[in-house]
């Protein structure tokens, strides 16, 4: 038998506030003493600590149960700050952060020593972002120190939209939850590797491609991993799947249901998703279906970890979730997270 003290996880007492003056104050102050911030941005919730604190950022792998190889985002209350983080200061990073920022996009530069390699996963590159959310800003700006912040659940569940989700997953794992208004964009920020000179989007998000070769005057590419999916067999054995990033070997925003995802025209997916929900039901399972509106990309975005998750409280035991075009670059976005919470369990009709 397991040593009892094994299973028994300490809990801390977690401070849910409202994001007043005051209370961002106190927040900051609790980063700043090297503890544990949730905080809403205009993407998803995320989980803060001093980025320049190797041993606060430590304990952010642990409340989230992360494997420390996988490097965080640095968020800065203003663009300026990004030259206490890097010594690249080149035209199309001017651009590009001048363009996107305060917003959605994270850019990974050169790092300079002062961020620990605990921040980056040991990469000697950084990835950086100013985000758009006053409340975010804020408590950067009161904590007086850039905040290293992944989404705020636990690793391998839906990134959190709304405040409840992060009570849900960190209540008595961190200090304080600053609560917030429900996320805008619902999915996390585009990540461009600015790296190597040229912009490489290694994360897809709402902001898209062809909005950053717009600015730059280059053609942001797609890291090729983005397009690949296991065969059949890598899925049922995916001890057979080698792809070139660590991350699209698990399953990550899964729901505790099972997922499927119908790909084919929208009329022939409807029907489809139809016949097996009434099949799946008459063998007595419970069912949800996630179907979004065919070009309604933003709202898919919005809402589809906050269906996750309802889903999930529904106590569903299967998801039939429709496909959404990846010609579009915000359906592309979407269906990147999708993929993965399914664990590319796909059937095309
Ligand atoms: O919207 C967002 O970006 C949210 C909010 C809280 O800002 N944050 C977020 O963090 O999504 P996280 O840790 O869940 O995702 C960080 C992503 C991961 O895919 C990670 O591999 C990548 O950024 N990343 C971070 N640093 C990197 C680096 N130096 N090089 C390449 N990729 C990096
Ligand atoms: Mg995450």
Not at 171 to 185: A, E, H, N, Y
Not at 186 to 192: D, M, P
Not at 244 to 264: L, R
Not at 281 to 287: N, S
């Amino acid at each position: 038998m397991a040593d009892r003290k094994e299973t028994i996880t300490e809990t801390i007492a977690t401070r849910v506030l409202p994001p007043t003056k005051e209370n961002i104050e106190a927040a900051g102050a609790v980063i700043r003493r090297g503890g544990l911030v949730a905080f809403p941005t205009e993407t998803v919730f995320g989980l803060g600590a001093d980025a320049l604190n190797a041993a606060a950022v430590k304990k952010v792998y642990e409340a989230k149960g992360r494997p420390s190889d996988n490097p965080m985002i640095v968020h800065i209350a203003a663009a300026p700050e990004l030259a206490a983080l890097t010594d690249q200061h080149d035209g199309m990073l001017e651009q590009i952060t001048r363009a996107f920022w305060p917003g959605p996009l994270t850019v990974v530069v050169r790092k300079r020593s002062v961020v620990p390699a605990t921040t980056t996963g040991g990469l000697d590159t950084v990835a950086v972002r100013n985000p758009e959310s006053t409340i975010a800003r804020e408590l950067i700006r009161a904590s007086g120190t850039p905040i290293a912040a992944p989404s705020a659940n636990i690793s391998g569940r839906p990134s959190p939209t709304k405040t409840e989700h992060v009570i849900h997953d960190l209540q008595g794992k961190i200090d304080v939850i600053l609560s917030g208004p429900d996320c805008r964009v619902g999915i996390e920020s585009t990540v461009l590797d600015m790296s190597e000179g040229h912009p490489v989007i290694l994360r897809p998000g709402i902001i898209t491609p062809e909005e950053i070769g717009a600015v730059c005057g280059q053609t942001a590419e797609l890291d090729p991993t983005l397009r690949q999916r296991p065969t059949e067999e890598e899925r049922r054995d995916p001890a057979q799947f080698h792809p070139k990033a660590p991350g699209m070997k698990y399953k990550h925003y899964a729901p505790q249901a099972e997922m499927v995802i119908f790909e084919g025209s929208p009329s022939a997916v409807r029907r489809r998703i139809e016949e097996a929900k009434a099949a799946q039901e008459q063998a007595g399972k419970k069912v949800g279906v996630i179907l979004f509106g065919e070009h309604d990309f933003a709202r898919a975005a919005h809402d589809l970890f906050a269906d996750l998750r309802r889903q999930d409280e529904e106590g569903v035991d299967l998801i039939l979730a429709g496909a959404l075009s990846d010609q579009n670059s915000v359906g592309f976005a979407v269906m990147n997270r999708m993929l993965k919470s399914a664990g590319y369990h796909v059937i095309k009709v």
